[in-house]
């Protein structure tokens, strides 16, 4: 598995563990499953693990911890976010969480970008985890805070890491317009920018990874299945797309990029997963995965080498411009 350094020198594996479904994402994951898909995916050369303790309510990441825990430590990267604090709740545990998750509602979710909170998120996240350090730390999800997010949150999380508590700081959204910000006016090492830069979604070319480039900073893609839509060889009915049903003439643009791969034995996911590693400003796609067969697939996608051929292909049809910069031509084995 191929790897890129941060300008921190962290390492990310091209592609990293998403963990938000072992924390019951839409539906129950069971233990067994989960540190299956753990196991399945270091055997596969992953070493980059992404957390957060908004899925579910902290489980992803207690389950990601015990996962690891036999691990070396220094043989891996992880990931974990804050912004959400998780304040107890036990008189609404006979009820289930209402943000997605599978999960008794235990615990209630109290946005917070201040220091106190974002000590008091990291604090938590290390006991969950069950470690002693977390080498990326994301603001999760600040677009209706940014005024306390990129003073007192990123004054913090920069104060973390050159006090060598954490190893790098960044931000995680699903926009490209406000990372944009944060790259150009703080000093942030690492964007995981979900769904902007895609198969089918280029909104991130036009500002964030243009800054990302000028600035140093990593960008790691999330989300580049778009909700769903890009997941399969072809779009299924009701396919989605950002949440919500995907509009017809996606859809069609989707069949016709899958009839253009077609004749090259090349399939709509492989081509998702590859996709935002061609821009040099990409470090890493971070993909969900379940189960230990969604890490096997995921890693055989993420891994096929797409005929360049293809990509002229898909320039010249007009459904996927050629990347202007040239794609990744460093990297070591992992």
């Not at 070493?47 to 389950?63: C, N, V």
């Not at 990601?64 to 825990?69: E, I």
């Not at 990123?154 to 060598?164: A, F, H, K, N, S």
Request: proline share 5%; with cysteine.
């Amino acid at each position: 598995m191929r790897e890129h350094r941060l300008r921190t020198g962290t390492r990310l594996t091209e592609l990293g563990f998403g963990a938000a479904q072992l924390g019951n994402l839409y539906r129950e994951t069971t233990e067994e499953e989960a540190r299956a898909a753990v196991a399945a995916a270091w055997d596969a050369g992953v070493r980059y693990f992404d957390t957060a303790p908004h899925y579910g309510l902290g489980l992803s990441e207690r389950r990601l911890g015990a996962a690891l825990a036999s691990r070396p430590r220094d043989d891996y990267t992880l990931s974990t976010k804050v912004g959400r604090l998780l304040e107890p709740t036990p008189e609404r545990a006979h009820l289930q969480d209402d943000e997605g998750f599978a999960v008794p509602a235990t615990y209630r979710r109290q946005w917070d970008f201040s220091r106190d909170g974002i000590l008091r998120s990291i604090e938590g996240s290390l006991d969950r985890l069950g470690t002693d350090r977390i080498d990326i730390v994301y603001l999760h999800d600040p677009d209706e805070h940014w005024d306390q997010a990129s003073t007192s949150g990123i004054e913090t999380l920069v104060e973390l890491r050159d006090q060598g508590v954490i190893a790098a700081v960044g931000v995680g959204m699903n926009q490209s317009e406000m990372p944009t910000r944060f790259v150009r006016e703080t000093d942030i090492d690492v964007v995981m920018c979900a769904g902007r830069f895609t198969l089918v979604d280029r909104g991130a070319q036009d500002d964030l990874l243009p800054a990302a480039l000028a600035r140093g900073v990593a960008v790691v893609a999330a989300g580049v299945y778009n909700s769903g839509l890009l997941a399969n060889p072809r779009p299924r009915d009701g396919a989605k797309f950002d949440y919500q049903t995907a509009p017809p003439d996606l859809v069609g643009k989707v069949h016709r990029i899958a009839d253009a791969a077609e004749p090259y034995g090349v399939t709509v996911p492989e081509l998702a997963a590859r996709f935002a590693l061609r821009h040099p400003a990409v470090a890493s796609v971070v993909l969900g995965m379940r189960t230990a067969d969604h890490v096997t697939a995921n890693a055989a996608r993420l891994t096929r080498e797409i005929p360049e051929g293809l990509w002229d292909e898909l320039d010249r049809l007009g459904l996927s411009p050629r990347i202007e910069d040239h794609p990744h031509t460093e990297g070591t084995t992992a």
